[in-house]
């Protein structure tokens, strides 16, 4: 018998699927308060998001449009947002048009990225995302 085939995500990517494929990514990296290149628990770099969906890492400039989606779908949910554990290596703030439509500050919201327990929910589905 042979073994079901995976899919594969399609390069180049829509938007939407950059969005649903970083969101495994960026809960794991959340709730096992990975230490990457900034020396920071939680804190993932654009270049290193970009290398584990298998892009180089100067790819990480082009995910502000799938991370937007990303903070836009936190909000509807209510849930902390995911896209805030994304910053610039260099500044170690988010990139420019990354939405700041919440009240804490980046700091307490990466906090509350951390702590929130993202297992016990289902990751969206690619129609969730792209019907935002």
């Not at 969005?19 to 993932?44: F, M």
């Not at 990303?70 to 994304?86: F, G, M, S």
Request: proline residues 6%; glycine residues 8%; positive net charge.
């Amino acid at each position: 018998m042979l073994a079901p085939t995976l899919k594969k995500y399609l390069r180049p990517a829509r938007r939407y699927q950059q969005a649903h494929q970083l969101w495994p990514i960026l809960t794991s990296w959340a709730a096992h308060g990975v230490i990457g290149r900034l020396q920071k628990v939680g804190i993932i770099t654009y270049g290193e998001a970009a290398t584990l969906m298998g892009y180089s890492p100067q790819a990480g400039r082009t995910l502000a449009e799938a991370l937007g989606l990303i903070n836009e779908y936190c909000k509807q949910k209510n849930v902390p947002r995911l896209n805030t554990i994304v910053v610039d290596f260099e500044t170690g703030a988010p990139g420019i048009g990354i939405p700041k439509d919440y009240r804490e500050t980046e700091e307490q919201m990466r906090k509350m990225v951390v702590k929130f327990d993202w297992f016990l929910y289902r990751q969206p589905t690619l129609r969730n995302i792209r019907d935002l």
